[in-house]
Every structure is written in C-alpha cells, then in structure tokens.
C-alpha cells in the first residue's frame, strides 16, 4: 500500500481547523517548525510514525484516521484503546511496537 502524502497532509489540516488550532500552536505542541507542518499539510514532507503518533495526541484523532482517512466512527472502540495505549508509550516502545507490526504483517498467511 502506498501513502498518499497530500491526502495525509489535507487529514492533518482538516483535523487542526476542526479543533481551532493555529499551525503555530500545533508546532509548540509537537515539537517541531512552522515550515515543516506547512510542508506537511501541503504533501510536499512526509512525517515521521513518531511525528504521527504526536498529531493523533494533539489532534485527538486516530493514524488511521490521519494516514487512511478512516474516520473514528469507522474505527472499533478495541483499535481505539490500542491506539491510545500505543501513543501514551515512549518514542523508542512506539518504534519497538511498529517494528513487531511489520514483522507480523510480513510473516503473516494472507
């Protein structure tokens, strides 16, 4: 599956307006610079998981939601609670979780 970068980026922008936030304020949150979320918002960067997981806290949404546009309405309340308990976890069990992801979805009968 590909990303659709733009689509990610036009997610996060919807998503900030909905709840009021100036880009400004979503950088403070995040961490990082007015120039990289513009970027961002416009597709022309791709964020990190980590940075990801950091706009689902702020925005209060979901990757799914941000990365596939699945809104939280589609998505079940168990992969809710495990979104929520995967974002409260440090940066480095966040990339140990995605690494045990990919292993799974790799070695996984289809």
């Known amino acids: 599956m590909e990303l659709d970068y733009v689509q990610i980026g036009k997610r996060i922008a919807n998503r900030r307006r909905e709840l009021g936030l100036k880009q400004y304020k979503v950088c403070e949150l995040v961490g990082v610079n007015y120039k990289y979320l513009s970027n961002i918002e416009t597709g022309r960067s791709?964020?990190?998981?980590?940075?990801?997981?950091?706009?689902?806290?702020?925005?209060k949404t979901t990757p799914n939601y941000l990365l596939l546009g699945i809104s939280s309405n589609e998505f079940s309340a168990y992969n809710s609670v495990t979104a929520e308990k995967i974002s409260s976890l440090s940066d480095n069990n966040?990339?140990?979780i995605l690494g045990v992801i990919d292993l799974l979805d790799k070695y996984s009968p289809t």
């Open 94 to 96: 966040q990339q140990i």
């Open 46 to 59: 791709a964020p990190s998981l980590e940075l990801i997981m950091k706009l689902c806290s702020v925005l």
